[in-house]
């Protein structure tokens, strides 16, 4: 399974990679970020581009910053680093609920957010992350800049927002705030194989009432999204078991599950039910 | 390890094998290179079922570095993929010819072989090959109403019958009849390694070399000089380390053939290695059954007769292994219990799916589920427990040799010993079965879906008839024993040399054991059905009593001593009574060289040849028992507990017996939960990579007790060996299926692995609901 | 045909100067243009970890990347780990504990165990499995390969 011939380029900035990306974009030419993704598609010759563009060379790009109530994660941020326990607030701590889930170690030391961002599978942990954050996609071209909110950004199954010439440069959450509590579960056959389905909740108590709840489900659709029906159920509702039930409930009747092989929409609008509830649950 | 033990028989020593293993230093296929090779690579059939009509290989032999295409007319002269057992004119035309030719049959068949100076060159060259074919639809179930496989041939190539008795009666007269529908999901060995295979003709010595083969490196030969017309005198197989076997390994494959004829050919060694996908798709598969079952049984639960029917999906050809696996079925399905009416039914069929064989356990893994199932079926129905069913039926020590009217592996079943009662009691007392099923009323109260498994059976091992060692003690005291074994990876080497050791008298240590050479050896039997325990550590044995009884005699001449006081300790001849002089085996074997003044009329070298012949397989049993656990809300399943009690007659290095049951217990856990291949309508395999076909990993494994008997030595070898290598895999199946559908309320839902979550999911909505 | 690229890859402390195309992946570069074949082939899809090396001390899977992606980087193979006659504990773990069967997946093994360790040594055994479960062993069923590696931490603990 050895990939088919592709001219390397390896840029050194940004501005380079992008004037790159405008020549080749429209000739078959990908960026190369983790490649975890991308190079197994080329072993099995399903992608066969012509250029390759590798972006590990671009310094900037490894960025990880929190300021001003955003967490910016550069395009060559890798997995790993958000396994760290210096990422500050509820947001830290959910991402390091969620990349938990991601493949395993040795992936995670390469593969990037942002790749799982622009790759948009609909089993990506990251893209439900930012479906349910209101993430912002930062693009770049030759043209300028664009920034995206996510759920503009997918729009199917490894469909997104970005043109051909457009680099992925970044992507922006909102700091959770400290009393936010959150909660990730998913489900797979084995531990790290790709989820057939996940939920991610976030919500505030007020004087023991919910505000503003996120749910957003993953793996079961063409893309990951929050499910207003889901969120409105719990809204202004006291903590309660029931509550997380009747939510729960409200999730499984609103996704319209995608089918394969091995699994039914039956089997994946379950495991909604299932999952957000748990996420509810276990949400701290 | 230290200290030596008392004896190197029954010690768990470290392996030999192990060294070069660690340090990066082995020599499995992909590491055989030799100057100025070619690489191979397939061309293969992207349909499941079709008339070919034409291959253009026109754009891809322009490709630089591209030497050669070849499509079957190339290879006109080849005939098709013969059966290992020999010649069998009724299932002759169901054989696999090396280059599809008229038709294509399975998504994967080979059609064209492209040869090139480079893997990615010729992968590149393998993509411009274009096939025109005329679909035919694709018959994917083996279950229903037969087809046309050629000119008045149907996809039944025959029904494989055994029984005795009189089934008619027997069910005619039966106050309690059960019966079952049972599938066993397709999946097969897949071991790390793929496949690879080196041909080179070394036109010096007019010898043809194949390397990188396995398991049965002399019956390869064999078979191999003749489909190429040459004396097995210039035909040499060469096997390095090999990445597990598990069955799959080792068989004649079209590729094995057109590497060595592509090096006499094309003047040039020709170096083939398969890829991942590749092997999902072109190796051997295995265990797909469907069984329709009835058991006829008394009010007590007794077995009176058992009446199966079963589909066996043979894949597109019937490969080296014939109907091997299917017979195999039919004579040891049932197992431990005693069964006065049997008929058995085999119903062989063709499907355009990747071809079938043997994997570990073959015909055992399929039966012990549905037999088990039987059982377990039997006690719901007159409401006994599964324990007990399974006690009124165990045939007793005393009753053996238990000799069954059927036939497994073309040998007779004689049950040599086995003490099947002994073992579930030890079973269910070490697993503590009685406190668990406490345990488990109280959890089910909570709201828990906990149940327990059980099963028992019988094994194989010690397929003979014959084998052979030759030992030789060099001049520094090394001890060479060459074999005519195969290593997948088992530990073989180690449990020769245990063996070797023990009886001559030297540090196992010092023992080199030779395998996988038929250049140095001109007999073997290679490694499968868990012989080489049994027969090449016997030949072994025969063969160093041989050379003990050799340097006795010489060393008694040396020492101007009786032979009676003497004896071999540590590698030297030693008195008994521990005085006096001593002489190393080395210097022993040095007065043996053919110039040596001391040597008389004695044959020259310290060495022996040993053989060793039995006449039946020896039975090794066990008991599997588990404790599973279903998350409600996704229909996971979770091991819990999981017991194997397994009598091996003897163990020789209880550490080795150990890690077969284990790893065994992992493919097993895999085709019950987690591994399948899957056939699109179209024939189209849907399991082709490591993310759709889920082999169980650290994760998944639940901690596993072993308890090793050795209750029952074989009364077929001297040395009392009955192997482990499938007795972990065995019963995985039906073990696992047994725990869910008692968590699912022991209601008989269970009748098919493997056992997803998506199907336990709905049973407990319906249940629920 | 595509031009080749000279470049040098330092394995194991060596520097190896070869011309591959772009699309050659490491693996195959370190066992077929380096000769060093310790680092095996399961599925050259990212999944069974059998090439698993270490880039900058990380566990990678070689072959997931480029070999021109490596130019300039520290990359260890198993090739690396004894010093001199003296084998790692790891390696000396695998052989004591039986952790081997037929060895395929085992470089592999030894590389995610050594890089691992080397950056956490005071893993739970929770966390030990989770980390090996990344690999796929199709012989052992993993009991002795968790057994190794926990020995192997703890014996690499007190000699540090």
Known sequence: MKPASFTYHSPTSVDEAVALLAELGPQEGRILAGGQSLVPTMAFRMALPSHLIDINGIAELAKLTANDGVITIGACVRHAAFESEALPGATGALLRKVVQNIAHYPIRTRGTFCGSVANADPASEWCCVMASLDGVVVLRSQRGTRRVPAAEFYQGVMATAREDDELVVAAELPMLTEDTRTGFVEFSRRKGDFAIAMALVTYRLVRGVIVEPRVAVGGAESHARRIVEAEDALSGQALDASIFATAAEAAAAAVEPMEDINNTAAYRRALVRTLTQRALEGAQ | MTAKPKSWIGASVERLEDLPLVIGRGRFAGDVSFTHQLHMRMVRSPYAHGRLKTINATEARALPGVVAIWTAEDIADLSPIDFREGPNERLAPFRQPVLAAEYVRYVGEPVAAVFASDPYIAEDAAELVTIDVDELDAVIDASLPTSEFGAGLTTEPTICRQGYGDIVAAFKNATTIVELDLSVGRHSGVPLETRGAIGRYDAARDVLELHGAAKVPHKNRESLARMLGRSTAGVHIYEGHVGGGFGVRGEIYPEDILVLVAALRLGRPVKWLEDRREHMIAANHSRQQRHRIRAAVDTEGRLIGIDDSFFHDQGAYIRTHGTRVADTACGILPGPYRLPHFRVNGHFRLTNKTPAATYRAPGRYETNFVRERLMDAIALKLGISRVEVRRRNLISPDEMPYERPLVALGDEVVLDSGDYEGILNKALERFQWDKLESDIRKRRKAGEYVGLGLAMYVEKSGLGPTDGARINVHANGEVEVLTGGASVGQGFETVIAQVCAETLGTDYRRVRVVHGRTDRIEYGIGAHATRATVMTANATAVAAGKVRAKALDMAAQLLQADPSSLTIANGSVVRTDGAGASISLGDIAHHLRPVSPTRGDRDPGLSAEGWFTTAHMTYPYGVQVALVEIDPGTGAVHVEKMLIAFDVGRAINPALVRGQLVGGFAQGLGGALFEEFQFDERGQPMSVTFADYLIPTAHEMPKVDILITEDAPSTCNPLGIKGAGEGGVAAVGAVIASAVDDALGGKNLITQIPIKPQFVKAIIDGLKA | ?160
């Open chain 3, 1 to 160: 045909m595509i031009k080749r690229r000279e470049i040098t890859l330092t394995i194991n402390g060596t520097d190896h100067t070869i011309a591959v195309e772009p699309r050659r992946t490491l693996v195959d570069v370190i066992r077929d243009d380096c000769g060093q074949t310790g680092t095996h082939i399961g599925c050259e899809h990212g999944v069974c970890g059998a090439c698993t090396v270490l880039i900058d001390n990380e566990p990678v899977r070689a072959c997931l990347m480029f070999a021109v992606q490596a130019e300039g980087r520290s990359i260890r193979t198993v090739e690396g780990l004894q010093q001199g006659e003296q084998l790692h504990p790891l390696q000396e773990a695998f052989m004591r504990h039986h952790a081997l069967q037929c060895g395929f997946c085992t470089p592999g093994f030894l590389m995610l165990a050594v890089g691992v360790l080397e950056k956490r040594p005071n893993l739970n055994d929770e966390e030990l499995v989770d980390i090996l479960s990344s690999n796929l062993c199709r012989c052992t069923g993993y009991e002795n390969i968790i057994k190794a590696v926990r020995a192997a931490a703890a014996d690499m603990k007190a000699r540090a």
